[in-house]
Structure formats: C-alpha cells, structure tokens
C-alpha cells in the first residue's frame, strides 16, 4: 500500500522546515537594508558559533583585512547591484581571535513595494575543511618532489660512483710523495660527500629502504657518540648518558646512526661550533595520555633526547623545519634534507618526533620508538 504524500498545508510545511534547520550544520542569517548582520539563526549560531559573534557588524567588518579576500569582491559586487550570491568564501576573524573561513550564500529581500529591504542567506563555517585540502596537497607535492628528487638521485648516484672508485684506484697505485695525490684526495673526498648527499635524497624519497630488525638502540647511539667525540670541533662538548643500552626498537642501526649524526650536526651548527650538547637515551613508560598525543600504540617506548644551548628555533619557522629542501643556512651549506630525513625514519619506524625551543634557549628534540616485543627465539633464551 503506497504512504500517501503529504499534505502542504502552513503547518506542516514549517514543521518540515524546522526539522531541516535541525538537521542542517549551517547557519542562516539575515541583514538589512544597510548590510548589518541583524539575525543568525541554527544549531551552531545556539553554541555561539562564528556570525553569533559578528552580530551588529556590517558587511565590509566581517573580512580580515591581513588574509586574502577570496571572494569578497564578488560579493560586495553583488549585494551593490542587489543580486543573489552563493558559495562565496571569506575569511573572518572574529574579535582579534583565531581566523576563520566561512562560506556564504544570500539572496536579496524586497518589500512589496519594491524597495531593498536586506538578504537572507547560509552560512557554513569551513575552516577545518581548508586546513584538510591544504595538508592534502601539501601531501601530494611532497610525494611528487619525493619522486622527482628519487629520479635525479639515482642519476648522480650512476655518475658518482666511478668518480669515487677509480679515484680510490688511482690512490692506491700512487706514491704519497706525488703531486697528483693531493687533487685525487680532493676528488675522492668530495665524491664520498657528495655520494652521501645522494643517499640523503634518496633516503627521503624512500626509495631505498633497509631491512630491519630487532636494534639495541642505546647501544648503537653510545657507539656513535664515541665517534662523534673525535670528530666535532673540541669546543663543542658532549654529555651523553644512557640508563639503557639492551632494549631493543625495531629498526636499523646504519639509519639510527644517521638520526644522531644529523641532529649533533644541526646541533653544533646552530651553536656555531661552540657550546654544549646533550644526549640521554632511557626506556619510559607512556601514560596513557602521552600515547594519545604522540599516536604510540604500545606503552614502552625508547626516549632519545638530543638538546643544544644554541639560539634556539625562531617560532616563525618552528612549523617548516621537517620540510624536505628548507634549510636556513646559506646557499651550498646545507640541503634542508637532515631534519626531514630523520622524521621520515621516525616515522617509518612508527615512532614519534618533537621539538621544544625558545629565543636563547637551545633547540631539544625528543624521539620515541616503540620497544620492540621479543620473537620466540628471544623469550627462550630469556626463560
């Protein structure tokens, strides 16, 4: 038996538009004939959503004039010739707090006798959504740049490694009295830096990736350290302790090396060869709250903690230091790739990355990686 439709009588069509304006996430507004915003009305304009907020304002007031105007102009450009917008995007900022992007879509309002009388119009408040787009095609250029930079790697690779070898070659077949030593010293050298700068790119790219494996990480960083004793300037001191050198992460000791070689580099940089650096490694237990924050899903983890007492990060960067190729340093001193290498790692390694830093207070970056969970072979011996 088919439900008969129904009826469009003034009752029921205002309880169906009302269960529409329940259901509906936007706000409807009203302004008048002077453009002020006089009316907002729906469920977020009742939690004193973004118009609640702009009550009493004109038109021209809502836009922030330090953000792009969008679409601003074609709505003023409308509602001087009194015509229908929709869709129309601006940016608010409401009271000097956080701005906001909102969409509008209005049409005009006449009185019977044809005088302009205001608009009434929704609003849908997209600021979250912006942040989304934005990170995906932040995503989508990474992962092109990545691809690129792959493919021009393994180029350079190709034509780095004879520069390398017969340069190597010709060393050993030449007395350390010649002249020509000094130059293929210089090749060979530079080669071997430039070789590794290729790795670097190709390690962001991900295109090369190690197996790994079950890694004893105080114990690979106590390693490193001791050579990097040797091999920083001596005004740069080191303090370095490890309450734990036996657990085990999951990962790679060639790339754990290269986590601690980049950030003591970035460290003695920002130091400018002279100042203090701090290493710990300990095992710590997550609270439940800290593995919400950091999105670690086993309570275990290994903290690395690696601090400098430079300058510190100016908060204006602070947002763009993991950015693969950004790099603050001046042209040829550096590829913007260390800091971006060892997030990517991190990451890989499902551990998590952070910094704390302030003007004259140093840089600290604390890493995470979940301890890996012992195989049959290990709990055997352990047994």
Same mark, same amino acid.
């Given at each position: 038996?088919?439900?008969?439709?129904?009826?469009?009588?003034?009752?029921?069509?205002?309880?169906?538009?009302?269960?529409?304006?329940?259901?509906?996430?936007?706000?409807?507004?009203?302004?008048?004939?002077? @453009?002020?915003?006089?009316?907002?009305?729906? +469920?977020? /304009?009742?939690? *004193?959503?973004?118009?609640?907020?702009? =009550?009493?304002? #004109?038109?021209?007031?809502?836009?922030?004039?330090?953000?792009?105007?969008?679409?601003?102009?074609?709505?003023?450009?409308?509602?001087?010739?009194?015509?229908?917008?929709?869709?129309?995007?601006?940016?608010?900022?409401?009271?000097?707090?956080?701005?906001?992007?909102?969409?509008?879509?209005?049409?005009?309002?006449?009185?019977?006798?044809?005088?302009?009388?205001?608009?009434?119009?929704?609003?849908?408040?997209?600021?979250?959504?912006?942040?989304?787009?934005?990170?995906?095609?932040?995503?989508?250029?990474?992962?092109?740049?990545?691809?690129?930079?792959?493919?021009?790697?393994?180029?350079?690779?190709?034509? @780095?490694?004879?520069?390398?070898?017969?340069? +190597?070659? /010709?060393?050993? *077949?030449?007395?350390?009295?010649?002249? =020509?030593?000094? #130059?293929?010293?210089?090749?060979?050298?530079?080669?071997?830096?430039?070789?590794?700068?290729?790795?670097?790119?190709?390690?962001?790219?991900?295109?090369?990736?190690?197996?790994?494996?079950?890694?004893?990480?105080?114990?690979?960083?106590?390693?490193?350290?001791?050579?990097?004793?040797?091999?920083?300037?001596?005004?740069?001191?080191?303090?370095?302790?490890?309450?734990?050198?036996?657990?085990?992460?999951?990962?790679?000791?060639?790339?754990?090396?290269?986590?601690?070689?980049?950030?003591?580099?970035?460290?003695?940089?920002?130091?400018?060869?002279?100042?203090?650096?701090?290493?710990?490694?300990?095992?710590?237990?997550?609270?439940?709250?800290?593995?919400?924050?950091?999105?670690?899903?086993?309570?275990?983890?290994?903290?690395?903690?690696?601090?400098?007492?430079?300058?510190?990060?100016?908060?204006?960067?602070?947002?763009?230091?993991?950015?693969?190729?950004?790099?603050?340093?001046?042209?040829?001193?550096?590829?913007?790739?260390?800091?971006?290498?060892?997030?990517?790692?991190?990451?890989?390694?499902?551990?998590?990355?952070?910094?704390?830093?302030?003007?004259?207070?140093?840089?600290?970056?604390?890493?995470?990686?979940?301890?890996?969970?012992?195989?049959?072979?290990?709990?055997?011996?352990?047994?």
């Amino acid at each position: 038996m088919p439900y008969p439709p129904p009826t469009d009588s003034p009752r029921n069509l205002i309880e169906r538009l009302g269960i529409l304006l329940e259901l509906t996430s936007d706000d409807i507004w009203e302004c008048d004939a002077e @453009l002020r915003l006089t009316r907002v009305q729906g +469920k977020i /304009a009742d939690q *004193q959503g973004l118009l609640a907020l702009l =009550l009493g304002r #004109y038109a021209e007031d809502f836009v922030d004039p330090t953000l792009p105007h969008e679409d601003f102009p074609t709505l003023r450009a409308a509602m001087t010739a009194r015509l229908p917008f929709r869709s129309c995007v601006l940016p608010v900022r409401p009271h000097g707090g956080e701005p906001e992007w909102v969409r509008l879509s209005g049409h005009p309002l006449f009185t019977e006798d044809g005088r302009f009388a205001g608009y009434l119009g929704t609003s849908t408040l997209i600021t979250e959504e912006r942040h989304r787009l934005a990170a995906e095609r932040r995503r989508q250029q990474l992962e092109s740049l990545g691809q690129l930079a792959g493919g021009v790697a393994h180029e350079f690779n190709n034509l @780095l490694v004879p520069i390398t070898m017969l340069s +190597k070659l /010709a060393l050993s *077949q030449i007395g350390d009295n010649q002249p =020509l030593r000094t #130059y293929l010293e210089t090749i060979h050298e530079n080669g071997w830096k430039a070789a590794q700068i290729v790795r670097s790119v190709l390690t962001y790219a991900r295109q090369m990736t190690p197996s790994t494996g079950p890694v004893a990480c105080g114990e690979v960083i106590a390693e490193r350290v001791h050579l990097l004793r040797q091999a920083l300037p001596p005004s740069v001191v080191i303090d370095a302790t490890f309450a734990d050198v036996t657990t085990r992460v999951m990962g790679n000791a060639s790339e754990l090396s290269q986590i601690v070689v980049n950030l003591f580099n970035n460290a003695c940089d920002a130091m400018n060869e002279r100042g203090t650096i701090r290493c710990s490694v300990r095992r710590v237990t997550l609270s439940a709250q800290e593995r919400g924050l950091t999105g670690l899903a086993p309570a275990d983890a290994m903290r690395i903690e690696i601090a400098d007492d430079g300058p510190g990060i100016p908060p204006a960067i602070r947002d763009r230091i993991f950015e693969p190729f950004f790099t603050t340093k001046p042209i040829g001193q550096g590829t913007g790739l260390g800091l971006s290498v060892v997030e990517g790692i991190v990451k890989d390694w499902d551990g998590h990355i952070s910094v704390t830093s302030g003007p004259g207070q140093g840089a600290t970056f604390i890493i995470l990686l979940p301890v890996a969970t012992p195989g049959p072979e290990e709990e055997a011996k352990t047994a």
